[in-house]
């Protein structure tokens, strides 16, 4: 199984972005998870399209933004335009949630539906006919550096069981370690954001290759 690992610039040095981006992609980073927040959704702001569109040109990777924002719709033409390759949108807050995902596709973009650690597995459930990824939030969005909610295990198992669609991507985001990946990915996901995992560390390609090798061995045991 091919896990992707995919650092979330929210831990990366903001005076420095262009730098940190293609650090990581050296150091062996499969996508680029941009957390965009708008205060409203989450408690707190960081960045929109302009800022993706100007890192763009610095990323060989894909570019994989996750919007924690309570209008998303208004946000797609010009992420579509910066040439983001995925968007995950919370259940929560899209009313029309099939219009939302479909608005996605028409872009030519990878359309994924982003749930709470306290929402109802179902409100992804429902929607696995119109995405290619659930992103299961795994601490309450809106910060870095938090423990993961340790219930998020059992809510991938139940997800991936429920799901019957083999090539669901389920990502992971929020509180992903060495500690805890290899029963994130026994769970059934097969893609893990991390934060300050990787952006915390001094040597980054060190980082991204021990969370590689725990998986393995969790394989392995
Ligand atoms: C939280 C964000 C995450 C966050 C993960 O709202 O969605 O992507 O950056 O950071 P860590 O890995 O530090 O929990
Ligand atoms: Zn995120």
């Known amino acids: 199984m091919t896990i992707r690992i995919a650092p979330s610039l929210l831990s990366a040095d903001f005076s420095r972005l262009a730098g940190e981006v293609r650090d990581v992609q050296a150091a062996g980073a499969d996508l680029i998870h ?3 927040m708008d205060g409203c959704f989450v408690p707190n702001l960081t960045f929109g399209p302009p800022l993706v569109a100007s890192l763009a040109p610095h990323c060989e990777i894909p570019l994989d933004a996750h919007l924690m924002v309570v209008d ?4 797609l033409p010009a992420l579509a335009a910066a040439g983001v390759a995925r ?5 929560e807050a899209c009313t029309h949630l099939h219009r939302t995902l479909s608005a996605i596709r028409s872009h030519g973009i990878s359309p994924g539906v982003a749930i709470n650690p306290a929402t109802p597995l179902v ?3 429902e929607a696995v006919p119109w995405v290619d990824f659930i992103l299961v939030m795994s601490v309450n969005p809106g910060f870095g550096g938090q423990e993961l ?4 295990v059992s809510r991938i198992e139940r997800l991936r069981a429920a799901a019957r669609a083999p090539g669901l991507d389920i990502t992971v985001d929020g509180g992903v ?3 805890v990946a290899p029963s ?5 996901a097969t ?6 995992a990787i952006f915390g560390a001094h040597d980054r390609g060190r980082a991204i290759a021990e969370l590689r090798e725990s998986v393995r061995q969790g394989e392995d045991a």
């Open 34 to 36: 941009l957390d965009i």
């Open 72 to 75: 998303p719709d208004a946000l």
């Open 87 to 91: 968007i995950a949108v919370h259940a």
């Open 123 to 125: 409100f992804a459930l």
């Open 149 to 152: 909610i340790e219930e998020s």
């Open 177 to 179: 370690t060495c500690m």
């Open 184 to 188: 994130l990915v026994a769970a059934g």
């Open 191 to 196: 893609t893990l954001v991390a934060g300050s």
